[in-house]
């Protein structure tokens, strides 16, 4: 079974830029068609950020277009999620999933990394 977990997070300013990574175990995330990174504000739903298929075919929620770019390396077995120009809205706590298809969600859920943006 696929175990993912994150880090990158942080405390940064508005306006500045941070880097998430999921590192996957337990399996090639080069065999997974698709992986995402989803975010949870305190109260809030989880919901979807960005996602990419093993094609390289990404998607952007509407509130992180232009700003959220994912990227995955199959080799460091590693997906990414470069944020710039953040804002107070983007905190919450990030997590990846994955699988066979478009916006699966199939592994557990790992801890998550924290996103704090100040303003």
């Known amino acids: 079974q696929v175990q993912l977990v994150e880090s990158g997070g942080g405390l940064v300013q508005a306006g500045g830029s941070l880097r998430l990574s999921c590192a996957a175990s337990?399996?090639?995330?080069?065999?997974?068609?698709?992986m995402g990174w989803h975010r949870q504000a305190p109260g809030n739903r989880r919901e979807s950020v960005a996602g990419?298929?093993?094609?390289?075919?990404?998607y952007y929620a509407d509130s992180v277009k232009g700003r959220f770019t994912i990227s995955r390396d199959n080799a460091k077995n590693t997906v990414y999620l470069q944020m710039n120009s953040l804002k107070p809205e983007d905190t919450a706590a990030y997590y990846c999933?994955?699988?066979?298809?478009?916006?699966?969600?199939?592994?557990?859920w790992g801890q998550g990394t924290q996103v704090t943006v100040s303003s």
């Open positions: 999933n994955g699988g066979g298809v478009y916006g699966s969600t199939s592994y557990s």
């Open positions: 337990g399996g090639s995330i080069s065999r997974i068609a698709y």
């Open positions: 990419i298929t093993r094609g390289g075919d990404t």
